[in-house]
């Protein structure tokens, strides 16, 4: 599946932004989309993601108070509403695809095989 990310920009601490991931076709049920980010000199790691099969969702500890994930089927995209940004949030956040059927989508960003070109956030103090 064909991923774009898209949402990113420049916002100042304590603002919001809303990405989405859409895909290019109709996500099937045992895909599970990913939210990663990586920070300049930091290695990419998941901030969140969304099982298909059964809605389950993960959110990384030290953003579940400011960040959701949701879905709109109908459009096929994943969204990843980001609240009270902060300066540490700033990264190229990415989404990808994998293929899990039901088992928790909270996985090393190896077994997601398909990338979107990311997006980045910035966020000023």
């Known amino acids: 599946v064909q991923l774009q990310a898209s949402g990113g920009g420049l916002v100042q601490a304590g603002g919001s932004l809303r990405l989405s991931c859409t895909a290019s076709?109709?996500?099937?049920?045992?895909?599970?989309i990913g939210w990663f980010r990586q920070a300049p000199g930091k290695e990419r790691g998941m901030v969140s993601c969304i099982s298909f099969s059964d809605g389950r969702t993960y959110v990384k500890d030290s953003v579940k108070d400011r960040f959701t994930i949701s879905r709109d089927s109908a459009k096929n995209t994943v969204y990843l509403q980001m609240n009270s940004l902060k300066p540490g949030d700033t990264a190229v956040y990415y989404c990808?695809?994998?293929?899990?059927?039901?088992?928790?989508?909270?996985?090393?960003?190896?077994?997601?095989?398909?990338w979107g070109q990311g997006t980045l956030v910035t966020v000023s103090s």
């Open positions: 990808a695809a994998a293929q899990l059927y039901g088992l928790e989508c909270r996985r090393p960003s190896d077994l997601y095989e398909d």
């Open positions: 076709a109709f996500i099937p049920d045992y895909y599970a």
